[in-house]
Every structure is written in C-alpha cells, then in structure tokens.
C-alpha cells in the first residue's frame, strides 16, 4: 500500500515558479514509476511529467523545458520543478505512483497563474 500526499501548490503569477511535491508511504516506492497529472475545470485530466524508478523522464509537449521532475528515494518523494508558468498552466494536480498493475493517487493539489 501507497499513500500520497501533494503540497507545494498555489497561487503564482505568470513567468514565475513553483516547486510541487509528492510525498509517499510505503517501503517499496522506489520501486515505483510515479506520474504528474493536471486537470483543469471542463477539461480531462493530463499527464504533464513522469519519472521512472530508473529515473527515466517524459513530459508533456505543452511543458518541456519548463517543467523538470525528480526523485529522491531517500525520502519517498517526487519533485516537479515548474518554471516559466503560465495561466494555462492553472490545475489541479495529481501525483500518481503505480508498480505493475497496481496504482495510487495522491488528493491533488491547486496551483492557479494569474496575475
């Protein structure tokens, strides 16, 4: 079992940052893939970021080279570093750790550009 909890969120204005995380119980989450995702109000949720327990990275078109996710097993988290944000970018978002068939969601967490 997994559980997962999001902070870092909200309110930024557009061009600023701001560093998410996801941090997790369970002993095996290292062994874990673990995914961003964001849903904004009308529109289906999205992965945004994903890093593999070989720290392998993928992210979203609409994100690269703004967004940067990493990891630190040590203590069961997950970082994604959001620069340049943009109004588009307001959501709520979701960290999402999975193994095998099985996965866990975190309760999300706002983040809102707007000057």
């Given at each position: 079992q997994v559980q997962?909890?999001?902070?870092?969120?909200?309110?930024?204005?557009?061009?600023?940052?701001?560093r998410l995380s996801c941090a997790a119980s369970g002993s095996f989450f290292s062994e874990c893939a673990v995914g961003w995702y964001r849903q904004a109000p009308g529109k289906q949720r999205e992965l945004v970021a994903g890093i593999t327990s070989?720290?392998?990275?993928?992210?979203?078109?609409?994100?690269?080279?703004?967004?940067?996710?990493s990891r630190d097993n040590a203590q069961n988290a997950v970082f994604p570093q959001m620069n340049n944000l943009q109004r588009e970018d307001?959501?709520?978002?979701?960290?999402?750790?999975?193994?095998?068939?099985?996965a866990w969601w975190g309760q999300g967490t706002q983040?809102?550009?707007s000057s």
């Open positions: 997962l909890v999001e902070s870092g969120g909200g309110l930024v204005q557009p061009g600023g940052s701001l070989a720290v392998g990275t993928n992210y979203a078109d609409s994100v690269k080279g703004r967004f940067t996710i307001t959501a709520v978002y979701y960290c999402n750790a999975h193994v095998g068939r099985v983040v809102t550009v």
